[in-house]
């Protein structure tokens, strides 16, 4: 991210890409439940399927806006590893966790990478930064530590790596200039990645029509645009700022849930979002407050 002071514009954009970005997070979460948790389609299928949409999808956007003369090095390998390891590692995952236990092991071990390779980078968090995180980390853990199960240790380790991953590959777009095609170069490197799966459980594919479109929905839609909407908005936020705005992730589909599914709204649901929610304001407002803080004092 570059030192100029951002206006209030490019401040509007990037609240609203995150937005964007974080509403497809939810919505891919939604989709890989259904998909997954109801068995309609196997791991590994949902993962090429998946993978294979995304590099389809956005092939087509880069041509419809003309940029698919764009140089063929965009992307990066790392970056394609890094978003195989993260889809892969998530559906196998499934199978051995419930919701609530996946999602403490995936976006607690997002947090601790993205953090951890931000403080070894040099960068430093204030007072109220380290507020904001707790927070956050907090009302995250309230909402779903009540319905997590000991998990199994394959499940563990897998969801681990995904979120470690995961980490890493928004640690990257962060660097990234040509966010569509950067997006798009990495889903079609990840390609290779899901023939040599594809080989490892050749003969264990368990198909339906219904498991087939929600796995095209999760990476056409869900995960290849959203993951362009979320370089594009890397670009105007702190590497702490990106993790903890992740958390609301699944409070946002439990939301979506009591909107549109009719579910209960809980007291926990409504403490666990206030004190992410407050959480986020204070690391993305941190130096800010601090300037503040340090100017009035004697």
């Known amino acids: 991210m570059n030192d100029t002071k951002p206006t209030s514009s490019s401040l509007l954009k990037t609240l609203l890409l995150t937005c964007l970005a974080l509403l497809a997070f939810a919505a891919n979460s939604v989709f890989c439940r259904l998909a997954l948790g109801s068995d309609s389609i196997d791991a590994t299928s949902f993962t090429v399927i998946r993978l294979l949409s995304g590099a389809i ?22 970056g394609a ?9 998530f559906s196998f995952a499934y199978r051995f966790l419930d919701t609530g236990t996946g999602a403490l092991i995936l976006f607690g071990s997002v947090q601790l990478t993205m953090l951890g390779l931000a403080l070894l980078a040099g960068n430093r968090f204030n007072r109220f930064e ?26 563990f380790v897998l969801m681990a790596i995904a979120g470690i991953a995961w980490g890493v590959y928004t640690l990257l777009g962060r660097e990234s200039k040509t966010p569509l095609a950067d997006t798009c170069h990495n889903f079609v490197r990840s390609l290779p990645f899901c023939v040599l799966l594809g080989i490892v459980f050749i003969g264990q594919s368990d198909l339906s029509s219904h498991g087939i479109v929600l796995a095209m929905l999760s990476g056409g839609l869900a995960s290849g645009i959203g993951y362009s909407i979320w370089y594009t908005a ?26 549109f599914v009719g579910e209960e709204l809980t007291l926990s649901l409504a403490v666990s979002a206030t004190l992410i929610l407050g959480g986020v304001a204070l690391v993305i407002a941190g130096r800010t407050l601090l300037k503040t803080a340090t100017d009035k004092s004697p």
């Open 130 to 155: 380290w507020l904001g995180i707790c927070s956050a980390l907090g009302g995250f853990i309230y909402l779903f530590l009540p319905s997590a199960t000991t998990p199994s240790l394959q499940g």
């Open 234 to 259: 890397l670009r105007g936020l702190s590497s702490s700022s990106a993790a903890v705005l992740q958390l609301l992730v699944p409070v946002i589909a439990a939301i979506g849930g009591v909107i």
């Open 57 to 78: 999808v956005l092939t087509l956007l880069l041509v419809l806006k003309g940029q698919h003369k764009a140089p063929s090095h965009g992307g990066s390998w790392k």
């Open 81 to 89: 590893s890094m978003l195989f390891l993260y889809a892969g590692c």
